[in-house]
């Protein structure tokens, strides 16, 4: 099993800038790749962000050039960088795991651009 613990979001004005971070614990070594996801009211649930073994990274093209994914594997530890921030950015933001049989959710935070 893993447990992922999500933090850092809040209300950030439009342009502005947050970073999320994602602790894990439990069984990390199991996990192959992890992601961001968010979801906004009335919204399904959408990949933003993904890092992969060896680094490679993918981003949803509405935050290519703003957002940044990142992750610590000595600390067990994700990033979300995200810079230049919109009001259609305002989600709750999901930290997720993929293992090689199972997928882990964080419990989400929320982020919210307003002026």
């Known amino acids: 099993q893993v447990q992922l613990v999500e933090s850092g979001g809040g209300l950030v004005q439009p342009g502005g800038s947050l970073r999320l971070s994602c602790a894990a614990s439990g069984n990390t070594v199991t996990i192959i790749n992890m992601s961001w996801y968010r979801q906004a009211p009335g919204k399904e649930r959408e990949l933003v962000a993904r890092?992969?073994?060896?680094?490679?990274?993918h981003y949803t093209d509405s935050v290519k050039g703003r957002f940044t994914i990142s992750r610590d594997i000595a600390k067990d530890m994700l990033y979300l960088e995200m810079n230049s921030l919109k009001p259609e950015d305002t989600a709750v933001y999901y930290c997720?795991?993929?293992?090689?049989?199972?997928?882990?959710w964080g419990q989400g935070t929320q982020v919210t651009v307003s002026s």
């Open positions: 997720y795991g993929r293992a090689r049989v199972n997928g882990y």
């Open positions: 890092i992969i073994s060896g680094g490679q990274t």
